[in-house]
């Protein structure tokens, strides 16, 4: 089954600075690769996902990139705030079945 | 429209017990996924249904099985149960295509003693 390695696990950040998350997948296969943020004692929730057919996207202060020569896929998050602070998940999964899987997490600290 | 609902929230049992947890998905969505989370080691996938069919299977022992109903619920059980099966039982809903994202319910909190 796939594998999905993240990295680093644990990240400290000034406020106001960028934090990068990198994950990489196994399986050439998986086309959709989502992130997920999880704050202390909450679900997971969908923040961005990305399509095997896009190389980049963004939404506000957060990005997504694929490189699928590498099979590797990073999350960018600029000008961070306190608020960012949570634990990020990294997924991958193909379109044929709903089989998604996660990297191990990446706990953010965002200090003000 | 009603995010996913799982029950209970917590529970305690002692080793060698079973238990079962309850999950509903989001109306319309019909593949439901189960993960263990414990600290450290993320998002383990347990398994995934469909049509009442289990579609996907992690790399978990016999002690942890599932179904689906018609109408797209699905409950996990867990025989048997041992120290290191304490965590953090997520159920996530998702509809079928491409690029669909998973919906997390809250968990259930199971504790074995």
Redesign the interface.
């Known amino acids: 089954g796939e594998n999905v390695e993240q990295h680093p696990s644990t990240l400290s950040v000034q406020e106001g600075d960028s934090a990068v998350i990198k994950c990489t997948y196994s399986d050439s296969a998986s086309n959709y690769f989502p992130w997920y943020k999880q704050e202390l004692g909450k679900r997971p929730q969908l923040i961005i996902d990305i399509r095997s057919n896009v190389g980049e996207k963004k939404d506000q202060r957060i990005a997504v990139t694929l490189n699928k020569t590498a099979k590797h896929f990073s999350l960018h998050i600029t000008e961070t705030q306190p608020e960012d602070s949570a634990v990020y998940f990294c997924a991958a999964s193909k379109d044929d079945n709903n089989d998604m899987r996660f990297g191990a997490g990446t706990r953010l600290t965002v200090k003000p | 429209k009603a995010g996913v609902t799982q029950t209970p929230r917590y529970l305690i049992k002692t080793r060698g017990q079973q238990v079962t947890l309850s999950c509903s998905p989001i109306s319309g969505h019909r593949?439901v996924?189960w993960?263990q989370q414990t600290p450290?080691?993320?998002?383990q996938?347990l398994f995934?249904y469909?049509s009442e069919t289990q579609?996907?299977k992690?790399n978990f022992p016999g002690r942890f099985s599932g179904r689906q109903f018609s109408n797209s619920r699905s409950e996990m059980n867990v025989s048997t149960l041992e120290l290191g099966d304490s965590a953090l039982y997520?159920c996530a809903s998702?509809l079928?295509?491409?690029?669909?994202?998973?919906?997390?319910?809250?968990?259930t909190r199971l504790t074995v003693t």
């Not at chain 2, 450290?40 to 998002?43: D, I, K, N, T």
């Not at chain 2, 690029?99 to 968990?107: A, E, I, R, V």
Request: no cysteine.
């Open positions: 593949s996924s993960y450290g080691q993320g998002l996938f995934e469909f579609r996907n992690g997520l998702s079928v295509g491409p690029g669909s994202p998973l919906h997390f319910g809250n968990g």
